[in-house]
């Protein structure tokens, strides 16, 4: 799949309007919890980037398994429902308004949805 010059501007403009939302939703509120958010979804594609370096492409005797990368991949979706679940538990004890959670996940899930679409439109092939 070829990614071109539409593809980058469309992907930094979804990502430009997570973090307005997100940032939106601090400023508009008056309260500076729902940025805690940007750090779970910009922390959330480390594991599966560590875990795959880890792991070794090149075994031709793969008893070892996907383990590796299996707890990479464990690891990322736990930070995703983090930082999901992070402004609902902030909004359930009162420390943030309803409306401040919805722009606060609504923003996280775009940040974290063009991560996932700039890995797959820039994804490497790999060749035998």
């Known amino acids: 799949m070829a990614a071109g010059l539409k593809t980058i501007i469309v992907l930094s403009f979804v990502l430009a309007i997570g973090f ?3 940032i939106l939703s601090s ?6 919890l729902p940025l805690l958010v940007v750090a779970t ?4 594609p480390l594991p599966n980037w560590v875990c795959s370096r880890v ?3 090149d075994d031709f005797m793969e008893s070892s ?3 590796v990368i299996d707890f990479g991949r464990f690891v990322t979706g736990f930070l995703v429902v983090m930082g999901i679940a992070l ?3 902030l909004a359930h004890c009162h420390l943030i308004q309803v ?4 722009m606060s996940i609504v923003g996280g899930l775009l ?8 890995t797959m439109f820039f994804q490497e092939e790999q060749e035998f």
Do not use: C, E
């Not at 979804?41 to 959330?44: K, R, S």
């Not at 409306?99 to 919805?102: E, K, Q, R, S, V």
């Open 111 to 118: 940040i974290y949805g063009t991560i996932i679409s700039f």
């Open 87 to 89: 402004p609902a538990l």
């Open 20 to 22: 307005l939302l997100v």
């Open 65 to 67: 398994g996907n383990a």
């Open 41 to 44: 979804y910009v922390i959330a």
């Open 99 to 102: 409306p401040a959670m919805a």
């Open 27 to 32: 400023a508009l509120f008056n309260n500076y």
């Open 55 to 57: 792991s070794d492409p």
